[in-house]
Antibody, heavy 124, light 107 residues
Framework: QVQLVQSGAEVKKPGASVKVSCKAS????????INWVRQATGQGLEWVGW????????GYAQKFQGRVTFTRDTSISTAYMELTSLRSDDTAVYYC?????????????????WGQGTLVTVSS | DIQMTQSPSSLSASVGDRVTITCRAS??????LNWYQQKPGKAPKLLIY???SLQNGVPSRFSGSGSGTDFTLTISSLQPEDFATYYC?????????FGGGTKVELK
């Protein structure tokens, strides 16, 4: 069965960086994009961006451009999100998510599998 | 970015009620509209994709409609497990956006 398992909670100081992992299993990792979505406590969902694990191509929401980087290690079917220059308003649960389907050229942009979420707390 | 506006932001309903949630896009998004259900402490769950297609395994009491800028999610007969927050999401533009959410509570 498809699973996305994320790394554990993190506590960081303002200005620091955080790297969250998302380990995929139950499907061919390089066949589906990985997207990242975050949710501040009691707030709505906010899309961060996407990565194609096969090519390494990425796309970031404009709000996060310059502060976020997606990478992957295909040998262990794991995607990573690194967010730098952390601020208190980056405190949120970060989810990785997989599209419902992908062809050889593109993926849908609705998500049927999600990680369990990683709480990142930014506090001095 | 395309703005997605949901209404109401919350509603109170009883088991068996018919519930309708609306989502409006700031520009036409054709039928590139998805609906999710989220329960506290859990990841979102996909209910409806491309405005009206029911995701595998989702009960048929959930339905979606609309195109262009105006969309609705309908729960035909609310069940106890349906009390949750619902989000719409547009997948038309390269930058994805979600609505603010609608919390469905027990009356």
């Amino acid at each position: 069965q498809v699973q996305l398992v994320q790394s554990g909670a993190e506590v960081k100081k303002p200005g620091a960086s955080v790297k969250v992992s998302c380990k995929a299993s139950g499907y061919t990792f390089t066949s589906y994009d990985i997207n990242w979505v975050r949710q501040a406590t009691g707030q709505g969902l906010e899309w961060v961006g996407w990565m194609n694990p096969n090519t390494g191509n990425t796309g970031y929401a404009q709000k996060f451009q310059g502060r976020v980087t997606f990478t992957r290690d295909t040998s262990i079917s794991t995607a990573y999100m690194e967010l730098t220059s952390l601020r208190s308003d980056d405190t949120a649960v970060y989810y990785c998510a997989r599209p419902t389907y992908c062809s050889s050229t593109s993926c849908s942009r609705d998500f049927d599998y999600w990680g369990q979420g990683t709480l990142v707390t930014v506090s001095s | 970015d395309i703005q997605m506006t949901q209404s109401p932001s919350s509603l109170s309903a009883s088991v068996g009620d018919r519930v309708t949630i609306t989502c409006r896009a700031s520009q036409s998004i054709s039928n590139y509209l998805n609906w999710y259900q989220q329960k506290p402490g859990k990841a979102p769950k996909l209910l409806i994709y491309t405005a009206s297609s029911l995701q595998n395994g989702v009960p048929s009491r959930f339905s979606g409609s609309g195109s262009g800028t105006d969309f609705t999610l309908t729960i035909s007969s609310l069940q106890p497990e349906d009390f949750a927050t619902y989000y719409c999401q547009q997948s038309y533009s390269s930058s994805l956006t979600f609505g603010g959410g609608t919390k469905v509570e027990l009356k």
